[in-house]
């Protein structure tokens, strides 16, 4: 063999080793919600997502529209709890996907009724009927959504996931399932 020839050949090898060396750094990076059983890769990521508080807030959204309309609130105070519903579902949709693609397409379809929800609402408000109506609709079909996923995460994990929208004291160890 020629120089030339080991020195390709040592580029080569330099090559193959850096690219070696990268692929076990990034199969590193991999977050937890990425290795183990499904069941455990659910759990890690509706413990780092947030997924609980996020169905919780959302439930609570739809209620206090349905409360602001109950009490014949003005359409002003009914437009925000509308804007609310439709912005934490926004955000709730930007927790996805999860790690099993039946529970994203769950919460990914809550998550996009409740948004429409919220956004008909709002249009609605102190004039359009229709609007509200669909809005009805679309709360009442977005909570039943919602429980379905929140059933399959429990399918999944053995464990009800906590829909509490409080936070813990600082400190505390916190299970997201409520346990």
Same mark, same amino acid.
């Given at each position: 063999?020629?120089?030339? =020839?080991?020195?390709?050949?040592?580029?080569?090898?330099?090559?193959?080793?850096?690219?070696?060396?990268?692929? *076990?750094?990034? /199969?590193? !990076?991999?977050?937890?919600?990425? %290795?183990? &059983?499904?069941?455990?890769?659910?759990?890690?990521?509706?413990?780092?997502? #947030?997924?609980? /508080?996020?169905?919780? =807030?959302?439930?609570?959204?739809?209620?206090?529209? $349905?409360?602001? *309309?109950?009490?014949? +609130?003005? %359409?002003?105070?009914?437009?925000?709890? !509308?804007?609310?519903?439709?912005?934490?579902?926004?955000?709730?949709?930007?927790?996805?996907? @999860?790690?099993?693609?039946?529970?994203?397409? +769950?919460?990914?379809? /809550?998550?996009?009724?409740?948004? +429409?929800? #919220? @956004? $008909? !609402?709002?249009?609605? /408000?102190?004039?359009?009927?229709?609007?509200?109506? @669909?809005?009805? =609709?679309?709360?009442?079909?977005? +909570?039943?959504?919602?429980?379905?996923?929140?059933?399959?995460? @429990?399918?999944? =994990?053995?464990?009800?996931?906590?829909?509490? &929208?409080? &936070?813990?004291?600082? #400190?505390?160890?916190?299970?997201?399932?409520?346990?």
């Amino acid at each position: 063999m020629g120089p030339s =020839t080991r020195s390709r050949l040592r580029q080569v090898g330099v090559t193959v080793a850096v690219l070696s060396l990268a692929s *076990f750094v990034l /199969a590193g !990076c991999a977050g937890q919600e990425q %290795s183990g &059983t499904p069941a455990h890769q659910v759990s890690v990521w509706v413990t780092g997502a #947030g997924a609980g /508080a996020s169905v919780g =807030t959302i439930e609570v959204d739809i209620k206090n529209v $349905d409360l602001a *309309f109950s009490q014949h +609130d003005p %359409s002003g105070q009914i437009r925000s709890v !509308c804007a609310l519903l439709a912005s934490d579902a926004g955000i709730g949709n930007g927790n996805l996907p @999860t790690p099993d693609p039946e529970l994203s397409n +769950d919460l990914s379809t /809550a998550y996009a009724t409740a948004s +429409d929800a #919220g @956004t $008909d !609402c709002y249009k609605g /408000a102190g004039s359009n009927s229709k609007l509200l109506a @669909t809005s009805a =609709t679309e709360r009442a079909r977005a +909570d039943a959504q919602l429980a379905k996923a929140v059933d399959r995460i @429990t399918s999944m =994990t053995g464990h009800v996931p906590s829909t509490t &929208t409080t &936070t813990a004291p600082l #400190g505390s160890n916190v299970d997201p399932f409520g346990n």
